[in-house]
């Protein structure tokens, strides 16, 4: 027992699998999503816990993730790609606005330079021009929805685990900066597309996990309050 890290479930095949509590401070939190036939690692920390993450993603699993959705190419949520692949062989996810990022290691677009980190270089192997969507097996899907705002290629994604809604929002919350190239107009019409979900669970990146439905659109009222000043 003691401090011995454990995935945190969230909903039947759902997990926090990698966060500051769980593997590195410098971490966002993680999420596996484990469906009959595909398991997908939803954001996989700064890099240095990799490791640790994947264990952890292996414990909740099963068996190692087939698919890395990386929601967008900040260091705290896609840092650990390289290694993740290469311990694993899973296709990363992406959409075409982060691949650039992802594809040549850039410090300064990936915030790594801010995290006295490096971004090791991860080229896709799926580049989205839009939404998308990762087959979970047995009817089963991981939608995916292009959410511009917090960078131009964010995306966020949803499926349906026990008759609950679950989305995995990572940076719903921002923050917005010139050198990510924020838009916050877009990020407007994001929340929308987010909110017309109508989830039952928001899975966020760096807030924790909300719900019932009532909690989620609180949450995303809230951000939109908070940067219409
Ligand atoms: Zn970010």
């Not at 311990?87 to 410090?107: F, K, S």
């Not at 990020?187 to 909690?215: C, K, Q, T």
Request: aromatic letters at 4%; a negative charge; one cysteine or more.
């Amino acid at each position: 027992m003691g401090d011995a890290k454990m995935p945190r479930k969230i909903a039947p095949g759902i997990h926090m699998v990698g966060g500051p509590d769980l593997t590195d401070p410098r971490d966002c939190l993680c999420y596996l999503v484990a469906g009959a036939s595909a398991r997908v690692l939803v954001d996989c920390g700064a890099g240095p816990s990799a490791p640790a993450l994947l264990e952890l993603a292996m414990a909740a699993g099963g068996d190692p993730p087939t698919h890395l959705l990386i929601t967008h190419a900040h260091i705290d949520h896609a840092g650990g790609a390289a290694e993740i692949r290469r311990r694993t062989g899973c296709r990363i996810v992406l959409h075409q606005a982060e691949a650039e990022v992802m594809a040549t290691g850039d410090d300064t677009r990936s915030a790594a330079d801010w995290y006295g980190l490096s971004l090791e270089p991860a080229p896709p192997d799926q580049a989205l021009e839009g939404d998308g969507a990762i087959d979970l097996g047995q009817g089963q899907e991981l939608a995916i929805l292009h959410t511009p705002g917090h960078t131009p290629g964010s995306l966020v994604a949803w499926c349906l685990a026990g008759g609950q809604k679950v989305l995995f929002g990572q940076d719903v919350h921002g923050p917005f900066a010139p050198a990510f190239g924020s838009d916050i107009a877009a990020w407007r019409g994001s929340i929308a597309r987010m909110m017309e979900l109508e989830a039952d669970i928001l899975a966020e990146g760096h807030y924790g996990v909300f719900r019932p439905a009532g909690e989620v659109r609180s949450f995303l009222r809230e951000q939109l309050a908070i940067n219409s000043a």
